[in-house]
């Protein structure tokens, strides 16, 4: 199967979170196929760790489109993440959950993802990547969940995709402010 091109994450945020979902995420000699993803949409987004500028840790929302970022959250699940849009504008799609891991914390454990792949490629990196195998579904727009300290704004935004296997693809296409 092709693996995603730079082409692919070097679009903005939203769209890409959108088009990951249905894809194989492949790691570990392991493949799962993304079931929801969420877009974090830089500085100006509040939910996004960008938002108070580049840091140690955001420093690499900075690098190139299909950098791949993880971190640790509540000092015990790592999350995945990927870099999308023009390098310098910290953009990143977190990998939400696959059809087999419901959940990021699950998902990253499932396929032993810590943060030694902080920073690689899933352009050419040899541990982590995504491939596109024709598979097609529908996809639903929702709110992003787990940022009560963002503003209202950003906590309404419809920035979480989902797969929606028996809907039809919805017309709606948010973008980033």
Known sequence: ?????????????????????????????????????????????????????RTKRTEVMYMPA???????????????????????????????????????????????????LNRTSALTGESLWLEDDGFVCGVSAHKRVGIGYASQADQDRLWRFVLEENAADSTENPVCP
């Open 66 to 116: 299909g950098t791949v970022y993880v971190y640790l959250c509540y000092g015990m699940h790592w999350m995945l993440n990927l870099v999308t849009g023009e390098e310098g504008q910290p953009e990143a799609v977190l990998i939400r959950a696959c059809v087999e891991a419901p959940g990021p914390g699950r998902l990253t454990k499932a396929l032993g993802i810590t943060g030694a």
């Open 1 to 53: 199967m092709p693996r995603l091109t730079e082409e692919f994450y070097h679009r903005p945020c939203v769209q890409v979170a959108r088009d990951l979902v249905g894809k194989v995420l492949v790691c570990g000699g392991r493949r799962m196929r993304v079931s929801q993803t969420e877009a974090y949409c830089g500085e100006a987004d509040t939910a996004c760790h960008a938002s108070k500028g």
